[in-house]
């Protein structure tokens, strides 16, 4: 950590003009940058009053919209959590052949563009994809359905909780668990006694994050979607088709929800942070 | 620890078999039908889809426009970075924590929020219709929305190592008698150069792939201001999937390389501090 500023010796510190032109600036692109655009999302959405708003959000369609982003999060997050959990296990505390490529794959998803994860799934699952006209035959919809939105939500997801836990875990060492190992703890007693609250923090910061990507993923869902108004509309694309439809202050104030749920995650993020200073690769 | 004395510990096997079954199908297997499906399409279908004159424009604009936007966070991604790091000032917990805005924000909601800032009569691109510059629905508008989108990545990666520059080596610069700005090009820049490469790397992967947040400012022009993940989307919904399907193999080909370069560099800043 650096040292406070007035314990700073005068040779270390900046020429004050120069100090305040560097906050200046620094300032100025973030107002620019961040702060503007979170503000004029309230701003827009309260537009035309308070009572359009809830009109908005309490809208048959707007609410199918919620809740499927609910019921998407509900499902991933968990998977994900698992998922994050036993690759995690497996990469931190085990050395095997391809624990290197391991690793490569389960990054992946986040150099992958959105569109792309979401269109390999039509490629696997579509009409004309590798197991499409099965599919057809036994009249399961995947993609342009709930599963495909799930299954796309998936994959951009997949590494948030694993990504966390890694680093966490290898710094963490074993030797709690390998002393309740040896006094004659079994396995899963010693994950859940032990190994799960050593990760909490860790583990409930990679949860807010995939929570926070889960709920608000465009690009993916976008393409697997279908947009089926009632159906197969999450948030982000009903916002999309609001503001298209030239409904601005309908999009915006369901937009509100969104950036509701993106300052809540990054109170929690700054919380845990504090708590207990993961130093994992972040998003 | 040696591998040996590591599988004390239980549960090796049903992690690396979950885990593994889980990345094979959801990962790996999907992934791979896009490479096959470009592969059946024939060397000759698959070189025109890719190298048709709207292809190469969209990829063209996807790689000025993401460079463009990783450049001005390189910038004042290093000066935010300084900033918080070295000076105090009130609410200056507050702002850290805004400084993840981008990640946290769905990109839909971005896009929206940053055309009605940037649009004709927007608070701020008012200010520039004035002066007759169009931002929103042009390229201008895109490096807007990338540099929103990269913003958190250079701020992260400078940030940190900032926090663990020894302030003894500037003491030093300082003591044989170097200015302060000399101190700072000379001893300090070059400790977060690797740091800053590699944020200047993740700003631009991400920049590139970027589809939710660019949409709605870009305008969506063939050859003008359509970028190359909204061509995808374009020929998906025209059913021109090998077209599709060509143009995302060569941009996963390209995000994999970014991918592997980013590790490297990484990598690499992680041994320059160990050696500190």
């Known amino acids: 950590m650096a040292a406070p500023a007035a314990s700073r010796p005068a040779h270390r510190d900046e020429h004050r003009l120069l100090r305040i032109a560097l906050i200046a600036v620094a300032g100025a692109f973030l107002v620019l940058f961040l702060f503007f655009p979170l503000v004029a999302v309230f701003v827009k959405a309260f537009e035309k009053g308070a009572a359009a708003y809830v009109a908005a959000i309490v809208d048959p369609i707007a609410r199918s919209a919620i809740e499927l982003t609910l019921l998407v999060a509900f499902v991933v997050v968990p998977v994900n959590v698992v998922f994050g959990i036993a690759a995690a296990w497996a990469i931190a505390k085990f050395d095997f052949p391809g624990r290197g490529l391991l690793i490569t794959v389960i990054d992946a998803p986040f150099a992958v563009s959105p569109v792309v994860s979401g269109m390999v799934f039509v490629l696997v699952f579509g009409a004309h994809g590798l197991i499409g006209p099965w599919l057809i035959a036994h009249d399961i919809k995947v993609v342009f359905a709930v599963p495909g939105i799930i299954l796309a939500t998936l994959f951009v997801t997949s590494p948030f909780v694993a990504r966390e836990l890694i680093p966490l875990m290898e710094t963490q060492g074993n030797e709690e668990e390998e002393a309740a190992l040896t006094l004659g703890s079994s396995g899963w007693k010693t994950f859940f006694l032990i190994s799960l609250p050593k990760m909490r923090w860790g583990l409930l910061y990679g949860v807010v994050l995939c929570n926070a990507r889960a709920m608000g993923e465009f690009g993916a869902v976008s393409v697997v979607s279908g947009h089926i108004q009632g159906l197969t509309n999450t948030i982000p694309l009903h916002v999309e088709i609001l503001y298209n439809e030239y409904q601005f202050s309908a999009a915006f104030a369901v937009a509100s929800l969104l950036s509701l749920l993106a300052l809540v995650t990054l109170f929690l993020k700054a919380a845990i942070t504090r708590r207990s200073r993961p130093r994992g690769g972040g998003w | ?276």
């Open chain 2, 1 to 276: 620890m040696t591998s040996a004395d590591r599988r004390v510990l239980p549960g090796f096997r049903p992690a690396i078999t979950l885990t593994v079954a889980y990345v094979s199908l959801l990962i790996c297997i999907p992934l791979a039908t896009l490479v096959l499906k470009s592969a059946s399409l024939g060397p000759a279908a698959f070189w025109s889809a890719v190298t048709s004159p709207r292809a190469l424009s969209a990829y063209r604009l996807s790689i000025v426009t993401a460079l463009a936007g990783a450049s001005i966070n390189a910038v004042f991604g290093s000066i935010v970075a300084w900033v918080l790091v070295r000076y105090e000032f009130p609410g200056k917990r507050i702002v850290d924590a805004l400084v993840d805005l981008p990640f946290a924000l769905p990109t839909a909601v971005a896009g929206i929020a940053l055309t009605s800032l940037y649009s004709e009569n927007g608070w701020i691109g008012s200010l520039f219709a004035a002066h007759g510059v169009k931002i929103a629905y042009t390229p201008l508008g895109i490096v807007v929305a990338l540099t929103f989108i990269g913003l958190p990545f250079v701020v992260r990666t400078v940030q940190p190592v900032l926090e663990d520059l020894e302030p003894e080596i500037e003491d030093a610069a300082a003591v044989l008698g170097a200015a302060r700005m000399a101190t700072l090009a000379r001893v300090v820049l070059p400790g977060v150069v690797p740091a800053l490469a590699t944020g200047f790397a993740l700003a631009f992967a991400r920049g590139l792939g970027e589809y939710g947040s660019v949409v709605f400012i870009a305008g969506n022009m063939p050859m003008v201001s359509e970028i190359t993940p909204l061509l995808i989307m374009i020929k998906l919904e025209q059913y021109d999937y090998a077209g599709a399907t060509a143009i995302a193999l060569v941009f996963l080909i390209v995000s994999f390389t970014m991918l592997l370069a980013v590790n490297a560099l990484a990598r690499k800043s992680a041994a320059r501090l160990r050696m500190r």
